[in-house]
């Protein structure tokens, strides 16, 4: 049963969540922090391909460096027996690909709102030289409070070396690829700007850029066709949001935008353009200038076609200062004045030469607000009240703070109290949480030896003595938490110390004794059935491999086969007597 699965002694396994082409996941209790996580298992076909697990392990460590509230954190990467894994963070709330199934098209401000937070994360990981290669809706969580987070960096990389004819592995992906992707050329961060783009479509739409009947007809689109312009399917799509998907979307990197940050600051410029907007306002057009199908016989003097011009020229500077929408025809046109020096003097240069000149509209003052207090609250907390208040937070910076929380604000700009206008940006230092750090292998370590280890790295120990069959007075035979496990720092490890052996008891009747059986060599669920077979007790496994152990005895044996085993194969030792084994992990 899945339920009784416990991952290294740590993560019990609570039951199947979801699977995608490569990787199943099930939802676990890590019962060494006592919280709810994801467990993502590889598939078998990629499980037994060793150069995909050494890409797979470095990518899902490097993944796991990045902290960022819009991507979903990896908390640690491991092997037991068969079952390859990344335990990562538990997001409560359904994938951005199920909500866009369920309500697309959404409201150009819910589009928006979830572009900004991707790009976010997609700009820190790039900052961090990590590009993610498969942005799609199935890799986008969303919590119940609607914060986006980004999944699956790590496994992304590794499977670079997948091909389009693979089932599963970019049967979903494809629609979302970049051209030069689609072209078997590498990824860069461009790419995943093209992916944005398609993701941003699909929310506008409902639907996906291009269809086909294969993944490599898709693939063909990608590369060959140009973009059907969203507006066809939902004319109510705001032209600023069009372009701007269309320039993430175009066939040649070098006219997208330069990077994910220019994108979402696109995406803020539309959200101040839309605040400051007026509703559209209704034009008295046949009272300005008729239109010119609708004079017959009529001719206009030069003087007063000047006049006339001018009055247009004038209504549409004063409606493009306000930002207004003007029904020209069938269609809407959203005017925006940016003066120019050369424009201004113009308009100055007529005005006085007209002889009844208008007032120029006074400007409405943008609504000024207190910046609150930040420092110490969480990310989710400080984003909500500056929400209620119209103005928005982006994060600059994240450290480690051994006083404050993983995502905690340590630091703000403008200063708690300063009077801004709404829409401003705060900018904030979120806590990385304590300084995390690797738990050495004190496993066979004198005590003394292993606790100068331990304070080495800023780790206290803990000190549990017990009998032991096999081990030396004096020597660690277990750890908690294991080996190559990531603590803050100054947290406490538990060391079990052996006593020696148990003197005998001289009232106990004598038992048959057992010899131990040979298990170096075998896998390691051949051995634990050899070991209980003899009526011995196995013990939690200690995985070693390249640093732990010389690569001379490293090579003696495959992965996932036993290294070493104490006590040593035939010795005479009493039935339950523990077996403990090392196997190799890579």
């Not at 057009?285 to 008729?290: G, T």
Request: hydrophobic share 40%.
């Amino acid at each position: 049963m899945v339920d009784q699965i416990v991952l290294n002694n740590r993560y019990r396994v609570l039951g199947l969540i979801g699977e995608g082409g490569m990787a199943k996941v099930y939802k676990a209790e890590d019962r060494l922090l006592e919280r709810t996580v994801a467990v993502k298992v590889l598939r078998e076909q990629y499980a037994s391909d060793d150069s995909f697990l050494t890409r797979f392990r470095q990518e899902a460590r490097a993944a796991a460096s990045l902290a960022h509230p819009n991507i979903v954190s990896v908390y640690d990467v491991g092997v037991d027996g068969q079952w390859n894994y990344i335990v990562m963070e538990y997001v409560q709330g359904p994938s951005l690909k199920e909500l866009i199934v369920q309500g697309a098209p959404f409201v150009t401000s819910r589009v928006v709102d979830i572009s900004q937070q991707i790009l976010s994360a997609l700009a820190f990981a790039h900052q961090k030289g990590v590009v993610h290669r498969d942005v799609k809706p199935q890799n986008i969580l969303v919590t119940t409070d609607g914060q986006a987070k980004v999944a699956d960096f790590g496994i992304a990389r590794a499977a670079g070396g997948a091909q389009l004819t693979e089932t599963g592995v970019v049967l979903g992906s494809v629609h979302y690829f970049a051209p030069e992707q689609a072209k078997g050329d590498l990824a860069i961060p461009a790419s995943d700007i093209y992916a944005v783009g398609v993701v941003m479509y699909e929310m506008l739409t409902g639907q996906l850029p291009f269809q086909g009947e294969n993944t490599l007809a898709i693939a063909l689109k990608q590369v060959q066709e140009p973009v059907p312009p969203p507006t066809r399917l939902n004319p109510r799509i705001p032209p600023q949001v069009e372009s701007i998907v269309m320039k993430a979307m175009a066939k040649d990197s070098q006219q997208r935008f330069v990077d994910a940050d220019a994108m979402k600051r696109a995406l803020s410029k539309y959200q101040s353009l839309g605040e400051q907007n007026t509703a559209p306002i209704s034009i008295p057009v046949a009272k300005l200038m008729p239109p010119v199908g609708n004079i017959k016989g009529a001719s206009l003097g030069t003087g007063q076609r000047r006049v006339d011009w001018f009055m247009i020229t004038l209504v549409v500077l004063i409606l493009g200062f306000l930002g207004v929408s003007v029904p020209i025809g069938n269609r809407v046109y959203e005017l925006y004045f940016v003066p120019s020096p050369t424009a201004t003097v113009a308009a100055t240069a007529t005005a006085a030469a007209t002889p009844t000149p208008r007032p120029a509209p006074t400007a409405t003052p943008i609504p000024r607000v207190a910046v609150p207090q930040l420092s110490g609250k969480p990310y989710s907390e400080a984003r909500k009240e500056l929400e209620k208040l119209d103005l928005q937070i982006r994060i600059v910076d994240e450290q480690y703070d051994d006083k404050l929380e993983a995502l905690a604000v340590i630091s703000q700009s403008p200063v708690p109290g300063a009077s801004v206008q709404l829409g401003l940006v705060v900018d904030v230092v979120v806590s990385k949480g304590p300084t995390r750090v690797v738990v050495p292998n004190v496993v066979n370590d004198n005590v003394n030896a292993a606790v100068g280890k331990l304070s080495a790295v800023q780790l206290r120990a803990k000190i549990d003595e017990a009998w032991h069959d096999s081990v030396p007075q004096g020597v660690v035979f277990e750890q908690k938490p294991p080996a190559d496990s990531r603590v803050d720092k100054g947290a406490v490890i538990s060391l079990s110390v052996s006593r020696g052996k148990k003197p005998p008891d001289p009232t106990a009747t004598s038992r048959p004794m057992i010899g131990v059986p040979a298990v170096i060599g075998l896998p390691e669920a051949e051995a634990r059935a050899h070991i209980e077979a003899a009526r011995l007790r196995n013990s939690y496994t200690n995985y070693q491999g390249k640093g732990d152990i010389p690569d001379s005895e490293l090579v003696k044996v495959q992965v996932g086969q036993v290294l070493s085993q104490r006590p040593p194969p035939g010795m005479l030792v009493d039935p339950g007597t523990t077996v403990y084994i090392a196997v190799r992990k890579n």
